[in-house]
Structure formats: structure tokens, C-alpha cells
């Protein structure tokens, strides 16, 4: 998507189309690798990347491609626009926390237990950040596509938030490992930095009026309402997110489901709405438009964004729950804790399916449009 | 006033040309750098000279132990966090578990190697300090310590 939506910002070809072919091959060959390791059982790695480390080479190589690409195919890097720096930086960091989360294969990372813990959890917090700037990026240039006013992406402002994300991306990932046996000021650090996201929620809540103006104008517009829910899930996610960088409320929050609603919320909130935006955008531009399918996706729509609701909502319910228990006094089984978790749970699946037919009714008609738009071509 | 300084029109006037944007870029970039490397040459230091020791942890990452338990609160959430197992349950208890399975945990069949070797990694990560919340006192200014 970065690489097609980089063809219109600078109005050329891509440096190398085979480059592209070759990285989205790397991808799809180590995907499928991946899925046969875990469903033979093959493990080896660690949280987020379980599948043994030789699939770790290909996805380097891929992003190496994807560099090497992205950075070929900008022809200045002068008054560039935010999100072509947001996308730079993405791509960047996240090859370089990648490569970081794997130092565990030198036995000077791996036998330090601590700190070996310390690196895989900077490595992974900053990976989300590098994640989020790809995806944010394109959400900022949909919205300037949306709204034709391409002062926005230029301006002080677009570029002030910028550096307040890439500053959060860089230390504030220290909230993940507060608990930690680690120098203190890790967390000092982490809790500072994090505290400076409280500009951009409040921006959100003082720009709101604004937003529903604009909101009542694109409406109609399919991959616009896709980023409005987007939005409200950032309103949602980053609230929660700074409570939990606060230590004194992170050490009850710390290992419990709300740190789950918390992921939930940005991969499926904000993350999947967005792509699932640019897609829309995508079909519309190169296929043909959605109108016979609005209802549907309308539909769709309403259907994941409650249901996402009522599915974080149960996630935090467990947390706080669990929270409890893990503070009481007098403690029962960890079983017994479970099993009294099992309302959230049954609620939790119930919303899960709910929201994967929500997903689906948004995601068919368009994979339905595309395929048809492959053949005709 | 609060509103000026959230929406940010207080810099709204502010000159951010490419100089500005590359400085910022550059002062970021060092100073995470600076600090990466720090953090890697300052790692904390633990008396682990005992070859089992990372041969405990690769089983644990194997046998993909952490999707289901914690280790100072990060993993999985289906099974206890097991950070401090070790002192509280003790060896022969842990190993029982490991040998048979429970209900919900699966017989890993895992050979006697595999459990000594496990039995070491908890035995470690033990020592290293303590996961329970309850052990931590809250500061007015919202920082914890222990």
C-alpha cells in the first residue's frame, strides 16, 4: 500500500517493480513457512515471532527490499510531506528493532535473563511504534486525498505530532517492563516521555467539534467512515495507554487482560480500520466504485465497531478482575481465578465472532470487486 | 489558554523548515542511539556461568512456554505467571507438573534433560528479584519501586 500510495505522491514509476514482486514473494514464501511451523509445532522463537529464527532472515530481506525500493523511488527527500517522513521512518525502524529483537541469539544477550528481557521488550515497543507510523502515515494521506487540502501534510503542526511519535517511539516503551528488576531510570524515562502523548489525546478532545463538522461532510465516502472508526480508536486506545504508562496504575494492569484490550484496541481498532480503508480507497480508485455495496459495508461497519466494543469491554472486565485478585491479601488457585473469568470469556468469544462477521461483511464485497476487476483486466 | 496549547496553535507561527525538521531528526536519532548502546554494554550483570542456563531458556522458547505463562507479567494468560515458582512450589512440584501435564497443560513428553534443564531456567529467573504486584510501593509522583 506505502509503495502504491508512493507512485501518486511523487507522480512517477516505482524504482523497481521486480524488487517489489521479489519482496512480496519473500513474504508470501516465509508466511507460509511460518503457518506450516506452528501447525506442525515447531517453535523456537518468542512472544510475537514464535516460528524458528531462520524465517527471521527472509522477513529481514523482504524489508531490505522494501527499503532499498522506497528509498530509490523518492527522487528528493527535500519539503517532503509528513507522512513520506512517517513512512521513511517506519521502514527504518522497524528493520532496525527487528534485527534488534533477535540479539537473543548471542549468548551475551540471551544469558543475562533480566536483561535480555530488557532488549526484547524495547525491541518489540518500538516495533509497534515503526508499525504505526507506516499505518498513520497512510491514514494522513488518505485523509489529505479525502479532504484535497495538501497544506496539512506540509504544515508545523503535521510535523510537531510527528516528532512527538517518533520521540514515543524511541523511549517510551519502558512501560512494558516497569516491573522489571532494571535501573530505574528505564522507567523515570518511559513514564516522562509517555506523559507528552497527553498533547496529542488532548488535541483529539479539543478538535472534536471540528472533527464531527468534517465528518458530517465525507460521510458518504466508504474508506472516510473506515477512518472516523479509526479515530474514535485512537481516542479509546491512547486513553488507555496512558493510564497504563503511569506505573503506580500499570503495576494492577501489568500481566492482566486490559493489557490484551489494550493491543486489541490499536491492531484491530485503529490498524485493520485504516488498511482496511486504504484498501477501500484502493478498489475505488483502480476497479470501480463501491456504491452497489455501500449497504453492506455500511452494515459491516456498525456490526465490527460494536461488537470491538463490547469485545474490549469484556477484555477489560477480566483485567480489572484479575487485577483484584493478584493484589488480594489472601489469594485462590490461579484455576479458581480463571474460572471465575469465565462470563468475560463467554462474552468475549460471543463479540469475537460477532466482529469477525462485521469484518467479513466489509472485507468480501471487496475482495469480491477486486477479483472481478482482475479478470476483466 | 489550555486549549491553545492543546490544539497547538501556540505553534502554529513556528518555523519548521528542512533544517529545523533535519536537527530535530538528527538530535533524536543520537540521542536513542547513545542510549541504545547504552542499555546494551550496562546490561544487569547475574551470576549465570552455568552452561545449562540458556539451554534452560531455548527449551522454554521451544516448547513455547510463554504463550501460556508469564514471566514478570509478560506472556500468556492462560496459565499462572512462573517468574518466582521456583521458591514458592519448589523443584519436585514444578517437575511434576512438567512430567504428566494437567488438565489444561498439555504431557509435553519432555526427556529428563529437557526437565533439568527447565528446572534451571525457573531456578534463575527466580533469583533475579520478584514479580508479585504486592511487593511494590507506590510513590506520590506515580513511579513504583520495590
Keep these: 500500500m506505502v509503495l502504491s500510495y508512493l507512485r501518486s505522491v511523487t507522480g512517477k514509476k516505482l524504482y523497481s517493480f521486480k524488487l517489489a514482486y521479489i519482496h512480496l514473494l519473500v513474504f508470501i514464501i516465509s508466511t507460509l513457512g511460518i503457518y506450516f511451523a506452528y501447525i506442525s509445532g515447531n517453535f523456537g522463537g518468542r512472544e510475537y515471532w514464535e516460528f524458528p529464527p531462520f524465517f527471521a532472515v527472509l522477513i529481514i530481506a523482504g524489508w531490505i527490499l522494501f527499503l532499498i525500493n522506497f528509498i530509490s523511488s523518492l527522487s528528493s527527500f527535500r519539503n517532503q510531506p509528513v507522512y513520506i517522513w512517517m513512512w521513511m521512518t517506519g521502514i527504518i525502524f522497524f528493520l532496525f528493532t527487528y534485527l534488534e529483537s533477535y540479539l537473543w541469539v548471542i549468548p551475551y544477550f540471551r544469558k543475562n535473563l533480566i536483561g535480555d528481557l530488557l532488549i526484547q521488550w524495547k525491541s518489540n515497543g518500538s516495533m509497534v511504534g515503526s508499525w504505526n507510523m507506516l499505518i498513520y502515515g497512510s491514514s494522513i494521506f488518505l485523509m489529505e486525498k479525502i479532504s484535497g487540502n495538501k497544506e496539512t501534510s506540509q504544515s508545523s503542526i503535521a510535523f510537531i505530532l510527528y516528532f512527538t511519535g517518533l520521540f514515543n517511539l524511541m523511549f517510551n516503551w519502558g512501560h512494558h517492563i516497569y516491573t522489571l528488576p532494571t535501573a530505574p531510570y528505564v522507567q523515570y524515562i518511559s513514564y516522562a516521555v509517555s506523559m507528552t502523548e497527553l498533547f496529542i489525546i488532548g488535541r483529539i478532545i479539543f478538535n472534536w467539534k471540528k472533527t464531527l463538522d468534517t465528518a458530517q461532510k465525507n460521510l458518504h465516502i466508504l474508506s472516510y467512515r473506515l477512518l472516523l472508526s479509526a479515530d474514535i480508536w485512537v481516542f479509546l486506545t491512547l486513553a488507555l495507554a496512558i493510564l497504563m504508562s503511569i506505573p503506580g496504575i500499570n503495576v494492577y494492569t501489568h500481566g492482566t487482560h486490559i493489557t490484551v484490550a489494550h493491543t486489541m484496541g490499536a491492531t484491530i481498532g485503529i490498524n485493520s480500520f485504516i488498511l482496511l480503508a486504504t484498501i477501500t480507497d484502493n478498489s475505488e480508485d483502480n476497479c470501480s466504485n463501491l456504491l452497489h455495496y455501500h449497504k453492506i459495508i455500511n452494515k459491516g461497519i456498525w456490526i465490527s465497531n460494536i461488537s470491538l466494543l463490547i469485545f474490549w469491554c469484556s477484555l477489560i472486565g477480566a483485567g480489572i478482575k484479575k487485577a483484584i485478585w493478584q493484589t488480594a491479601e489472601v489469594q485462590n488457585s490461579f484455576s479458581m481465578m480463571m474460572q471465575e473469568l469465565k462470563p468475560y470469556f463467554i462474552v468475549f468469544m460471543a463479540a469475537g465472532i460477532s466482529l469477525a462477521i462485521g469484518l467479513f461483511c466489509i472485507i468480501f464485497p471487496l475482495m469480491k470487486m477486486k477479483i472481478s476487476c482482475i479478470f476483466k483486466k | ?146
Design chain 2, 1 to 146: 489558554m489550555i486549549k491553545d496549547i492543546f490544539v497547538l496553535n501556540y505553534y502554529s507561527g513556528m518555523e519548521f523548515n528542512e533544517k529545523n525538521k533535519i536537527l530535530t531528526a538528527g538530535i533524536l536519532l543520537l540521542t536513542f542511539t547513545v542510549y541504545s548502546f547504552h542499555l546494551y554494554s550496562s546490561l544487569p550483570r547475574q551470576n549465570l556461568a552455568k552452561a545449562d542456563d540458556s539451554n534452560g531458556k531455548l527449551v522454554w522458547q521451544e516448547k513455547n512456554c510463554i504463550s501460556c505463562h508469564q514471566i514478570y507479567g509478560l506472556g500468556g494468560y492462560l496459565g499462572p505467571d512462573l517468574t518466582n515458582v521456583y521458591s514458592t512450589k519448589g523443584p519436585e512440584y514444578i517437575k511434576a507438573f512438567l512430567k504428566t501435564g494437567t488438565v489444561v497443560m498439555p504431557n509435553f513428553k519432555l526427556s529428563d534433560k529437557e526437565i533439568q534443564e527447565l528446572l534451571g531456567y525457573l531456578k534463575n529467573i527466580d533469583q533475579t528479584g520478584k514479580a508479585d504486584p504486592r511487593t511494590f510501593t507506590i510513590s506520590y509522583n506515580g513511579t513504583i519501586k520495590q
